[in-house]
């Protein structure tokens, strides 16, 4: 196998520095044209800054609506545990209480409908012994549109 031999030179401070084929706006970021410590200029990389620190950030001062808020949270939790604790405590109280609301409810229904029929039985026991119910009519006359109107009312 053939191996072919490269000469690597380099120039000396003497000589024009190059400008490797490339205007400096053809240059990628992070390389720069740099010159060593013999006067030879290069193309080289160079380390990139570290990005500024985050700045730190400053404490905002809290609302005073969020602080009404964080303050009334626990007195509205604290009421509604109380409604729930006095409704459990209440609960049997509440049951009886609309059990008497649908008797009364069912006495008045009852009241309703029973005390016409009451009535009536009533009247038709006491009225059939001697006397049948009363008949009143009434007849009224009148001549002409402003005459004087007699009228009469018979009992039978």
Same mark, same amino acid.
């Given at each position: !196998? ?30 720069? !044209? ?5 006067? #030879? ?53 509440? #049951? ?11 006495? #008045? ?16 026991? %006491? ?16 001549? %002409? ?12």
């Amino acid at each position: !196998m053939h191996e072919t031999a490269y000469e690597i030179t380099t120039l000396t401070p003497q000589q024009p520095t190059p400008n490797h084929g490339m205007l400096p706006t053809e240059i990628p970021p992070g390389v720069q !044209m740099v010159t060593l410590p013999g006067g #030879i200029r290069t193309l080289a990389y160079t380390p990139t800054q570290a990005p500024p620190a985050p700045p730190i950030p400053v404490a905002q001062p809290i609302p005073t609506w969020a602080k009404t808020t964080a303050l009334l949270t626990p007195t509205i939790g604290g009421g509604i545990a109380a409604a729930g604790i006095g409704l459990s405590y209440a609960a049997p109280g509440l #049951i009886a209480m609309t059990d008497a609301l649908w008797a009364a409810i069912a006495l #008045i229904a009852a009241a309703a409908i029973g005390v016409p029929m009451l009535l009536r039985i009533g009247r038709t026991a %006491g009225g059939g012994a001697g006397r049948g119910s009363t008949h009143i009519t009434q007849n009224i006359t009148a001549s %002409g549109m402003f005459g004087k109107a007699n009228g009469t009312i018979n009992h039978r």
